[in-house]
């Protein structure tokens, strides 16, 4: 009988050094290393998809936050404006600059809320042992997205604007700034968290 929470044997190049290596049978809990340099090869995570949805459903929470609330409130000559992520899209666009308004929106709006639909989409059912039609796609779109999901990228281009304009005008972080601050770190959590070869295994056993 096929145990959907046993990894199958498998020929696995490195990642680092590209050696094929045997990859034994992984039961939960279990590891495999490159025989060369040690890299990981495979993981099976002993809490299964538990995490990867935990993790998941808190990432769409600061999401929704990062880009509901107030995200930046600029003060100059006593005159006060608060931006949310949007109307900073609209006002780059408004300003004559399309493409810039476009990246951001790409990057920052439209792959992080199509890769955190894509995985509740998986993961709710798989987690049952069932899944939905076209999951298969969805994990290859996933993969594909997940590179274009730059939220750590923006925020680094916020704290350098801030730390040059901090001298001409007082800027105070809102809800929305500290949400996603925590949105990097919950995203590079779930990205060790979630991996591709259970997911591949876990729809296989659920088909
Ligand atoms: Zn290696």
Redesign the pocket.
Known sequence: MYDDAILQSVVVA?P????L?QVPELVPGDSAF?I????TLARNPKDGLERGLALTCTAAILFVVANVFPFLSFGMDGLVTHTTLVTGIVGLYNQGMVFVAAVVAVTIVIVPTLVLVGLMYLLFPLRSGRCLPGSELVIRWIIRMYAWNMVEVFMIGIVVAAVKLHTMAVLIPGLAAWSFMLLIFVFAWLSISVDVRVLWSRLEAAR
């Open positions: 490195c680092d050094c590209d050696l290596n490159c060369r340099c040690n890299a």
